[in-house]
């Protein structure tokens, strides 16, 4: 069954039921177009590419919660604008957060700013992790927040060890993604 003939709102239908090839024509329809897109405005191909990446994996995790009040290309084109965004806005904290902390290096004094600035990213972490599917969510908090093992995790979850550890291990990745190596300063 070719899926090129399909109209993006039957793509968007087959998505939501879990139809992995209507994923694969939407990404194979939208992705070069969205990497342009976000290429003219950060002129980086490899926050460009991550974007990209990212909004496609966000995409397939939450194809089911995902309400397209829009059109699918507007709902795409709308989310790289919104992740560019945050992307600067993140990239503006960090050169602000090196700076607070190049100043501490060289003066040796703790300032109010600096206490504002981690203050600031603790909450960007925060609501990146409120972001994640509900069940990694839950499993990345036990095992970040409340120091539970994997082990303990899966016998309270019910759930295997591997599905907790593979868990953890994807939401690190997703937050990788979003804050690099301030993610493991503040964690």
């Known amino acids: 069954m070719s899926y090129k003939s399909h109209n993006d ?3 968007t239908d087959l998505l939501k039921s879990d139809d992995r090839l209507a994923y694969t024509e939407i990404y194979n329809r939208y992705h ?16 460009c ?10 995409l397939w995790i939450k194809r089911q919660e ?20 945050d992307l600067l806005a993140k990239q503006k904290l960090k050169v602000s ?5 190049q100043q501490f290096a060289e003066t040796g004094l703790v300032t109010t700013d600096h206490l504002v600035r981690q203050n600031q990213l603790k909450a960007l972490i925060d609501q ?21 093992s994997h082990q303990e995790i899966a016998k309270e979850l019910d759930l295997s060890e ?8 994807n939401a690190l990745k997703v937050l990788r993604i979003k804050f ?4 493991f300063l503040s964690l």
């Open 9 to 11: 709102r039957e793509l």
């Open 32 to 47: 070069a177009a969205l990497y342009i897109h976000a290429f003219k405005r950060l002129q980086s191909r490899e926050e």
């Open 49 to 58: 590419k991550d974007i990209v990446h990212e909004l496609f994996t966000v």
């Open 66 to 85: 995902i309400d397209f009040k829009t059109t699918l290309s507007g709902y795409l084109y709308t989310s790289v604008r919104n992740k560019i965004f």
């Open 97 to 101: 957060y090196t700076q607070s902390i």
């Open 128 to 148: 990146e992790i409120a972001n994640l599917p509900e069940r990694t969510r839950q499993i990345f908090e036990l095992s970040r927040k409340k120091f539970l």
């Open 162 to 169: 591997q599905t907790v550890k593979s868990t953890v291990n």
């Open 180 to 183: 690099g190596s301030l993610l």
